[in-house]
C-alpha cells in the first residue's frame, strides 16, 4: 500500500486543484470577472459587507489550518510532511460536501502565531476547520478564535471524532443489547478527541465514562500529568476509580481508544471486560488493537479508524456534510446540541435491516449522509 500511495501522489504531483466555473471564458467575460468590471463589485461590497457571500466564494470556502504537531499517529512531522493530509481532505470537502478547502499549513507552532494567523485570512473563508495540532495547545486556540471570529470554527479531530463516535456507539449499543444508563465506557487519550468525546457522551447521557491518559485514569484530586482540560473531565467523568488502563477495564463495556499508541490494547484485557464488549480502536494509522485480535478475544462489535478494516469510524463521515450544513445555515457556533444531533442523524441512516456487527455506521458517500 506504501509504494502504491506514494506512487499515486508523484503521479499527480499533489491532489488539488482551483478551478473556474466559468467556461469556457470568453474576452467579453473578463471585463466583467476583472477589470474593469470587478471594480463595480467591490465598491458594491465595501458599502454593503453582507453582499460579501453573495458575491464571492467566501461563503463556499474553508481553511484546512494545521501546524504539522500532531498529524495522523504519525505525530509531530511538520507542516510539509502535513500538506498530504490535508490536500486529502480538502479532495473529501469537495467531492461529498461541494466545498471548496483550502490547505494551510503553518510554519509556526507558536499558538499565539497560529491564532494571529487565522485572525488575518478570516477575510476569505466561511469557516476555519483546525486539524492535527497538539493537545491542549489546540483547545487554547480554538476557544480564542471561537470567542474573537464572526465565522464558526470546526476542529475535526475533536467535533468530528466525537460525532462518528457516538453515532457508532448508538448503533453498537443495539447489537450488544446494551443501556446506556448501565454501562461503563472507558476512554483512552485525554487529548482533544478524548475530551470532545467524554463531554459529548456526556451531553447525550452517557455517566459512567473514565478517561485514561499515560499516568492511568483522570480523577479529581490528581496531581501528575493535569492541565486544564484534564481537570474539567473530572467534573463529569469517574467519581471514584484509579489505576491503570488494564484495571479500569474491568467490568467496563466499551473501550474508545484515541490514544495515538500502537497496540495499546491487549486481548487478555478485553477478557476481563463485561460480556459482549464494544471496542472502537481508532488511532491512525494502526489501531490500539488488530480487529482479529479484539474478535478472537470475545468482542461484540469492534471498529478502527482506519480504511482497512470494517466499520470505519471515521470522521470523513461527519466533517464534509456537516460543513456543508454549517455553511448553508450560516451557523456561527458549532454547540454540543449540534453535535448530538449530526450523530444521531448519521446513525440513525442504518436501518434496522442493514444493521449488523460488521456495518454500524454508513459508509462514506453514502448519499442518505
Known amino acids: 500500500m506504501a509504494k502504491d500511495a506514494i506512487s499515486l501522489h508523484r503521479k499527480l504531483r499533489g491532489k488539488i486543484f482551483i478551478g473556474s466555473?466559468?467556461?469556457p471564458l470568453k474576452l467579453d467575460d473578463i471585463e466583467l470577472i476583472y477589470t474593469p468590471g470587478v471594480a463595480k463589485v467591490s465598491q458594491?461590497?465595501?458599502?454593503?459587507?453582507?453582499?460579501k457571500y453573495s458575491l464571492?466564494?467566501?461563503g463556499n470556502n474553508v481553511a484546512i489550518v494545521t501546524d504539522g504537531t500532531?498529524?495522523?499517529g504519525l505525530g509531530n512531522i511538520g507542516p510539509d510532511a502535513a500538506l498530504p493530509v490535508m490536500e486529502g481532505k480538502s479532495v473529501l470537502y469537495r467531492e461529498y460536501g461541494k466545498i471548496n478547502a483550502f490547505p494551510i499549513c503553518l510554519n509556526t507552532t507558536d499558538k499565539t502565531k497560529i491564532i494571529e494567523t487565522i485572525l488575518a485570512i478570516e477575510p476569505v473563508f466561511g469557516a476555519i476547520n483546525l486539524e492535527d495540532i497538539e493537545s491542549p495547545k489546540v483547545l487554547d486556540i480554538s476557544r480564542e478564535l471561537e470567542r474573537k471570529l464572526s465565522i464558526p470554527v470546526f476542529h475535526d479531530d475533536r467535533h468530528g471524532t466525537a460525532v462518528v463516535v457516538l453515532a457508532g456507539l448508538i448503533n453498537s449499543l443495539k447489537l450488544a443489547k446494551k443501556r446506556m444508563s448501565e454501562i461503563k465506557i472507558v476512554i483512552a487519550g485525554a487529548g482533544s478527541a478524548g475530551y470532545c468525546i467524554a463531554q459529548l457522551l456526556n451531553f447525550e447521557g452517557f455517566k459512567n465514562i473514565v478517561v485514561v491518559d499515560s499516568k492511568g485514569a483522570i480523577f479529581k484530586g490528581r496531581k501528575v500529568n493535569m492541565n486544564k482540560y484534564k481537570q474539567e473531565i473530572t467534573k463529569f467523568?469517574?467519581?471514584?476509580?484509579?489505576?491503570?488502563?488494564?484495571?479500569?477495564l474491568i467490568d467496563a463495556d466499551v473501550f474508545i481508544g484515541v490514544s495515538g499508541i500502537k497496540n495499546l490494547l491487549k486481548g487478555n484485557m478485553i477478557k476481563t471486560m463485561k460480556k459482549n464488549p464494544i471496542i472502537f480502536a481508532l488511532t491512525n494509522p494502526d489501531p490500539e488493537i488488530n480487529p482479529l485480535v479484539a474478535k478472537k478475544a470475545g468482542a461484540k462489535v469492534v471498529a478502527t479508524g482506519s480504511y482497512t478494516h470494517e466499520?470505519?469510524?471515521?470522521?470523513?463521515?461527519v466533517f464534509p456534510y456537516l460543513m456543508r450544513a454549517i455553511?448553508?445555515?450560516?451557523?456561527?457556533?458549532?454547540?454540543?446540541?449540534i453535535l448530538c444531533a449530526t450523530a444521531l442523524a448519521i446513525?440513525?441512516?442504518v436501518s434496522k435491516n442493514e444493521l449488523t456487527e460488521n456495518h454500524i455506521i454508513p459508509i462514506l458517500g453514502d448519499k442518505r449522509l
Open 237 to 248: 467523568t469517574n467519581p471514584k476509580e484509579k489505576g491503570t488502563l488494564s484495571e479500569v
Open 21 to 23: 466555473k466559468i467556461t
Open 347 to 349: 446513525a440513525n441512516i
Open 44 to 51: 458594491h461590497i465595501f458599502h454593503n459587507p453582507d453582499q
Open 70 to 72: 500532531r498529524i495522523l
Open 311 to 317: 466499520n470505519k469510524v471515521n470522521n470523513a463521515l
Open 327 to 337: 455553511l448553508d445555515l450560516k451557523i456561527q457556533k458549532i454547540t454540543l446540541d
Open 56 to 58: 464571492t466564494s467566501k
